[in-house]
């Protein structure tokens, strides 16, 4: 879905982007995969941010508010919750909040539970009684899993590095999501896996080097296996373009169009339906933003950089930690010629 080629504008007058996705990617003269994702305008980034849209939630005044909850426990491997009726907050409040960054640093259960009594459950499935969510420890677990691996594969866009790594752990990701829906039985290869052997494939500059990856058998770990034999091996401009081309077939989200009868305007809304849309919606709003998610090398946690400049570390604790250590090594390394020539003498 691109309208904005038919030139439609929103409600404050600025051009409308629907999603992260039919945007077009190309190589320039410096080799560089450049999509529209990365020359978003300011303007445009206020565009998706007028209206969101929540069926599951409470709905007012064309602003969503979300309900977090009141007490969260697990339960034979169930995360289960009580929604917090008296309280309520508002989605484009909660993304400054980063409540994806918190998510994705959850590691135990426990954090899993303190996410939720904060930010509310992921879903709530229609089973659940009301009042209520229950979902499987392993659903959050999962969906933690993906929301790591399309996170990763922006942050490879964007910072231009670890690309080989985060195409293979969305590949992975892909193919075990796969073999959990067909309960370990053979079964035909993800739609990620297609999309990525239709673009070694299709693609010109991808094309001469994938060649011999692109398997004619159609079981699934066989064409994985060559995928990721692919990836050991391309290029990096090849990697981004096949980076590029999953993020525009992949990334994306429904937004639709309301109308307003009584004063005869539309608006475009999100359709954000559980909490779970809205943790996918602020990562691609942080791609806008560039300020995805990074994880800090020195301590494992995920963090966002305050400002738009990348920043390596999550704190200047960990920055200097990391440069004491670096300084000590260089240190040994200069005194070892010293340490060898007095052993030689003594
Ligand atoms: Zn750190």
Avoid at 209 to 222: G, H, M, P, Q
Avoid at 272 to 283: C, G, I, P, R, Y
């Amino acid at each position: 879905m691109d309208i904005r080629g038919q030139g439609p504008k929103g409600v404050s007058g600025l051009p409308l982007i629907y999603a992260v996705q039919n945007q077009t990617t190309f190589i320039d003269e410096q080799q560089e995969v450049q999509t529209e994702l990365l020359l978003e305008s300011e303007h445009k980034l206020e565009a998706y941010r007028l209206d969101i849209g929540v069926k599951d939630q409470v709905k007012e005044d064309r602003r969503s508010f979300w309900r977090p909850a009141r007490d969260a426990w697990v339960d034979d491997d169930f995360l289960w919750c009580e929604l917090d009726s008296t309280h309520a907050y508002e989605l484009m409040q909660a993304y400054s909040r980063a409540p994806h960054v918190r998510f994705l640093n959850a590691k135990s259960d426990d954090d899993l539970l303190d996410f939720v009594v904060t930010w509310g459950p992921l879903a709530i499935p229609e089973s659940a009684p009301v009042g209520k969510s229950r979902l499987s420890i392993r659903d959050y677990r999962l969906f933690q899993t993906e929301l790591r691996a399309t996170n990763g594969l922006l942050l490879a866009l964007q910072e231009g590095k670890g690309e080989g790594q985060a195409l293979t752990q969305f590949l992975t990701l892909a193919e075990e999501r796969q073999q959990a829906l067909s309960l370990g039985a053979a079964h035909m290869p993800s739609t990620t896996i297609l999309n990525l052997q239709m673009i070694l494939q299709d693609d010109p500059l991808v094309q001469p080097l994938a060649r011999r990856y692109v398997d004619k058998n159609t079981e699934s770990t066989r064409i994985l296996a060559s995928l990721l034999g692919w990836i050991a091996s391309a290029s990096v401009v090849a990697l981004r373009q096949a980076i590029a081309h999953l993020i525009n077939k992949e990334c994306q989200l429904t937004a639709r169009l309301y109308s307003n009868v009584h004063s005869g305007t539309v608006s475009v809304q999100w359709e954000l339906h559980t909490l779970e849309d809205a943790l996918v919606w602020m990562v691609y709003q942080s791609a806008l933003d560039t300020r995805l998610p990074q994880t800090c090398p020195e301590c494992r946690k995920v963090f966002q950089s305050e400002t738009r400049h990348a920043k390596k570390f999550c704190s200047p604790k960990c920055a200097h930690c990391c440069a004491a250590r670096r300084w000590a090594a260089e240190r040994r390394q200069r005194r070892a010629p010293e340490l060898f020539a007095s052993q030689k003498n003594g």
